[in-house]
């Protein structure tokens, strides 16, 4: 497997560029700026790609900074996100990361994802993708798409997200460790899904063991 990591990166890039995956469509509606980038990560856990894209565009028209937390109401933070998952206990997050930013790292947002998992709402797979993604860390985000596809291919064989991060990073070149969750998030919403796979459609299927017939890990 580990020869065909170049192909399979290959092939994913491709679909990635093809498809019209929420993934994509949130990355480019959210812009590449930290701020951006911490906001939509924060409120997408737990929610639909397509719901946190909306609640991004309102709450971007009134929020653009770390003051702008500052003086909107947590009612108003709560209206502008509504109906992300958890939107209350969210809400009051965006609240509290003001403070901590002044706290701890003097107002701006930290670029290593050790720090960032000091700030409210953010914990190991947020951390990583920020640092990835705001500030290009070679960082593994490890959700539930690249947990269940990344064992579907037989590129590691884990129980939880948290061994699959430390697993990928044994067979994974460092090069690809930034991009690879974009690119699995993309398949796992259009073709690799929870439940009836499109295997025949996937761009993956000649290097998967799942669509080969070995069976769900």
Known sequence: MKRDIGKIISLLRRHYGECRAPVAELARSRGSGAFRILIATILSSR???????????????EVRSSEDLKSV????????IYPVGFYRVKAVHLKKLPGALDRFFGGKIPDQAADLMRLPGVGRKTANLVAAQAFSRDEIC??????????RLGLVRTGTPAATEDALKLVLPKKHWREINHLLVALGQTVCRPLNPRCTACPLKNFCRFARGAGQP
Do not use: G
């Open 142 to 151: 490890v959700d539930i798409h690249v947990h269940r596809i990344s064992n």
């Open 47 to 61: 929610t639909l790609d397509q719901t946190t894209m909306a609640a991004c565009r309102r709450l971007f028209k």
């Open 73 to 80: 109401s947590l009612a108003r933070l709560q209206k502008l």
